[in-house]
């Protein structure tokens, strides 16, 4: 899968339908992690998603169609993690969990910023595991995403990142308060904390320069 032609297309149509069937599965107080990783499987929830995908999204639906076949290929591609396990996906530079209740484009805001956490990637996806897991509880920040296996031309290595976001900078009790419940989880060693307003201005690491807002 991963060494096919890369079609920006088809992976907007792929991460679409993924979006889509989370959503179904949450609307029914379910996830899809959780259906791939422990069952039982959702057949019948991923088919009636992609009817309406096909209808909404026509185009979209032809070009992941020509790509990968029919929506059975589809919904096994689903089924060994390819959209919901980091080193298994291919067709998404991120997989995105958001808390319960955020708005789908907190993320964007320029008042949120998030912790950032490199892996080697035989390390990342136990990690992501443990971080979307107590980002489902409410217990981290407002959303969390990890890289892929996807090749990304911005990489400058091949680690992987886990970001870990809160709603506001401004807030350092509750930054901290996130920090914190990442010691808990395991992730000990000294972190680094970016707002949304310096990943906006494409402001980077760089020698001399302090892009982190905050580091604990």
């Given at each position: 899968?991963g060494?096919?032609?890369?079609?920006?297309?088809?992976?907007v149509?792929?991460?679409?339908l993924?979006?889509?069937?989370s959503?179904r599965?949450r609307?029914?107080?379910?996830?899809?992690?959780t259906?791939?990783?422990?069952?039982?499987?959702?057949?019948?929830?991923?088919?009636?998603?992609?009817?309406?995908f096909?209808r909404?999204?026509?185009?979209l639906?032809?070009a992941l169609?020509?790509?990968?076949?029919?929506?059975?290929?589809i919904y096994?591609m689903?089924?060994?993690g390819?959209?919901?396990?980091?080193?298994?996906?291919?067709?998404m530079?991120?997989?995105?969990?958001?808390?319960?209740?955020?708005?789908?484009?907190?993320?964007?805001?320029?008042?949120a910023?998030k912790w950032?956490?490199?892996?080697?990637p035989?390390?990342?996806d136990?990690?992501?595991?443990?971080v979307?897991?107590?980002t489902?509880?409410?217990?981290l920040?407002?959303?969390?995403?990890?890289?892929?296996?996807?090749?990304?031309?911005?990489?400058?290595?091949?680690?992987?990142?886990?970001?870990?976001?809160?709603?506001?900078?401004?807030?350092e009790?509750?930054v901290?308060?996130?920090?914190e419940?990442?010691?808990?989880l395991?992730f000990?060693?000294?972190?680094?904390?970016?707002?949304?307003i310096?990943?906006?201005?494409g402001?980077?690491?760089?020698?001399?320069?302090?892009?982190?807002?905050?580091?604990?």
């Open positions: 899968m060494d096919m032609v890369p079609d920006p297309l088809t992976d149509a792929y991460g679409l993924i979006h889509l069937i959503g599965l609307a029914d107080g379910d996830s899809l992690f259906r791939v990783e422990r069952g039982p499987q959702f057949l019948t929830e991923f088919h009636e998603t992609y009817t309406a096909r909404d999204y026509p185009d639906c032809e169609v020509k790509r990968f076949g029919g929506p059975d290929a096994t689903i089924l060994d390819e959209g919901v396990v980091p080193s298994r996906t291919t067709q530079y991120w997989v995105v969990q958001d808390a319960p209740d955020t708005r789908p484009d907190a993320i964007e805001d320029e008042l910023g950032l956490i490199f892996l080697p035989d390390e990342v136990k990690a992501w595991c443990r979307r897991d107590a489902c509880e409410g217990l920040g407002i959303s969390a995403k990890v890289s892929t296996a996807k090749k990304n031309p911005e990489a400058r290595d091949t680690w992987k990142v886990i970001y870990v976001y809160t709603p506001d900078w401004r807030d009790e509750d901290m308060r996130a920090r419940h990442l010691r808990a395991g000990t060693y000294r972190i680094g904390y970016k707002r949304n310096e990943t906006f201005r402001e980077y690491s760089e020698k001399g320069k302090r892009v982190t807002f905050y580091s604990a």
